[in-house]
């Protein structure tokens, strides 16, 4: 049950959000509020409210609520669901805590071996952060080291079944490699869970008629 006042709420968030005050956000998150209530917020028919909550969920909230906001992303409204994408990214990103989200975020604005050899050590300190995982099929993925990206991008999936970034990625893998039913079918489930992904609707459809051009080849 929510005991906490909403009209504060929604006047404090909008406060601590045009002053640029997040720190101060989150102090006043972590007093006034658990997280449970805030997923109760989700549910709520007032869509600033929603917007609100998904933000603050972004801000404290933690991997097992990455379910929760899923479903934000199935919203009519494009701002809830913009929301709900920025906080389950947050959220993703911060899993094993500031520092190492600072590190995992430099990652590609170094050389590839630097970043090659970060992520690596980040991999052994925190064995169960998907995001790392992630992130380190995406360097495998810019040097052509497809059969290496896969084993990254399915050992993050393992670890965040929700994670769409992950599937879509999955699906670029088999793409390069020709494989192209195959990433269909890990685009659809990319979109299944977040569908205003717009530019992997559009690889799909061009997937899609690379796989009806090479069905129609003749054989020789």
């Not at 909008?14 to 006043?28: D, K, M």
């Not at 109760?40 to 998904?54: C, M, N, T, V």
Request: with cysteine; aromatic share 10%.
């Amino acid at each position: 049950m929510i005991t906490a006042d909403l009209e504060v709420f929604s006047q404090l968030a909008r406060i601590y959000l045009y002053t640029y005050n997040e720190a101060g956000f989150i102090n006043y998150l972590k007093h006034q509020w658990t997280t449970d209530e805030l997923v109760q917020l989700l549910e709520s028919d007032d869509h600033d409210l929603i917007k609100l909550a998904a933000l603050a969920l972004g801000l404290v909230g933690k991997i097992e609520h990455s379910a929760q906001l899923v479903k934000a992303l199935q919203s009519d409204d494009s701002t809830i669901c913009a929301v709900a994408e920025f906080s389950l990214w947050s959220i993703w990103y911060r899993a094993a805590g500031t520092d190492a989200e600072l590190q995992l975020r430099s990652v590609h604005h170094q050389t590839y071996e630097t970043g090659r050899a970060l992520v690596e050590q980040l991999q052994v300190a925190y064995p169960d952060w998907s995001e790392v995982y992630h992130q380190s099929g995406i360097l495998h993925f810019k040097a052509h080291q497809f059969v290496s990206a896969l084993d990254d991008f399915r050992t993050a999936l393992l670890l965040n079944e929700y994670h769409f970034g992950v599937l879509a990625a999955i699906g670029h893998v088999h793409t390069q490699l020709g494989m192209y039913s195959q990433a269909e079918d890990y685009y659809r489930q990319a979109l299944q869970i977040h569908p205003r992904m717009s530019g992997v609707r559009q690889t799909l459809q061009a997937v899609r008629s690379l796989q009806d051009s090479s069905s129609s080849l003749p054989i020789e």
